[in-house]
């Protein structure tokens, strides 16, 4: 059973958008406290994104990102999603979405507390 898969990669412009989605299995997203967004390039460590706890609501983001990507959920279809706007070259990476059962909020954005991850969708920005 596929536990979560990301779609909406792509090729966007510096200033443009990407919408990305997560979807999870049903038994995934039941059993997660938290389901994340993160990004990692060449030579560059896995960082997180955004997060939010699933039952709350309450949000995460790293400052690179704060004002213009905007996570959210779908309880309805077990999907997270991560609205990218005003897109930079720096955004470039391949974007993961992971679940944790563990959740501590001072670690909302740390990989390894995540420990359900997707295969990725890669983004790329082009002036």
């Known amino acids: 059973q596929v536990e979560l898969v990301e779609s909406g990669g792509g090729s966007a412009q510096v200033g443009g958008s990407l919408r990305l989605s997560c979807a999870l299995s049903?038994?995934?997203?039941?059993?997660?406290?938290?389901v994340g967004w993160f990004r990692q390039s060449p030579e560059k460590e896995r960082e997180g994104v955004a997060s939010?706890?699933?039952?709350?609501?309450?949000?995460f983001y790293a400052d690179s990102v704060k004002g213009r990507f905007t996570i959210s959920q779908d309880n309805a279809k077990n999907t997270v999603y991560l609205q990218m706007n005003s897109l930079k070259p720096e955004d470039a990476a391949m974007y993961y979405c992971?679940?944790?059962?563990?959740?501590?909020?001072?670690?909302?954005?740390?990989?390894?507390?995540?420990?359900?991850w997707g295969q990725g969708t890669q983004v790329a920005v082009s002036s």
């Open positions: 992971a679940a944790a059962r563990i959740c501590e909020s001072w670690a909302a954005l740390d990989p390894g507390r995540y420990k359900t």
């Open positions: 939010l706890y699933t039952d709350v609501g309450r949000i």
């Open positions: 049903r038994d995934t997203y039941r059993s997660a406290c938290m």
